[in-house]
């Protein structure tokens, strides 16, 4: 049974700051000192997938530039209202892989928990951007059934926490369900995949340190980022923290199109993760959603990229180039 951890009397500082994030395209160029941008994607795909992005992320941003490469991940253009023959809603096959709400199983021993739909930052070619999150989140009440399916699966050796973003979560219901996964004997890691200490590094606060440090389990974090102007000194502190309490620390990229697609480029964010403690460990080509095709990378293109890092680099800065195919029993190597 799921025991009570206390209830924080004062909202933590990262919810202001989570609350504060800006969703206004207009607000967002003035911060950065454009007054118009010419190609703003249409009223109905900023109703479908707002603009959102947390003001710290923003304060990375180059000023009066529209090529800047954290700008681009989070600005609605109007390439996103064009429909891409081969780009479809659910392009790694989520919605076919629920054996309970909120559980995916694709891959053997790993059970992933879409813990939440919501995410600080909205990234524009984020293959969740249709996902209907709002029917398939587990209700609090539906943790049950998750945990009850896990219980009943002595193969999970590991449960991943994704979403959206699981670390918008609390830390009072984060430290509930690692308490319950705990007590699952065959559970013996827990993974959080989460892009909040990069984009709202304020999350990693000493709550959420408190409970991480004290889960029996073994830790894992894979945070999301795609550059290394991504990784400034806050950034580095709560990645510190992450180890310091007990965390190993993987990074995935997404290979995105005008934002990480030189080698330099590439090679800077190996360099400025390993930096902060953090391994590379997957180089994501674009999953086909729709809404997203000005952001893909040719697979050609991509593999001479990948053997251009091989040869740039230690092994173990190289992230493995991967692909997602619904149905696969693993993310496909290129
Ligand atoms: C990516 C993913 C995993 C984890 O795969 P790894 O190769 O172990 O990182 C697990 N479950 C699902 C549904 C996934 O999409
Ligand atoms: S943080 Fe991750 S899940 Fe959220 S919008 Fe960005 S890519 Fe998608």
Redesign the pocket.
Known sequence: MITQSPRPLQRPAWQTELARAVRDPQELLALIGLNNHPQLASEATRRQFPLRVPRGYIARMKKGDPDDPLFRQVFPLIAEDQISPGFSADPVGDLAAMPAPGVLQKYAGRVLLVTTGA?A???RY?F?RHFPYADHNPAPSQWEQALQYIAQNPSTREVILS???PLTLTDHRLAELAQALAAISHVKRLRIHT?LPVVLPERVDSRLLQWLEHTPLQKVVVI?ANHANELDDRVGEALEGLSRAGCRLFNQTVLLRGINDKINTLCDLSESLFDAGVIPYYLHLLDRVQGAAHFEVDTLTAQCLYQTLRARLPGYLVPLLVQELAGAPSKLPL
């Open positions: 995410c930052i909205h990234c984020c969740r979403g959206g973003d892009r999301h």
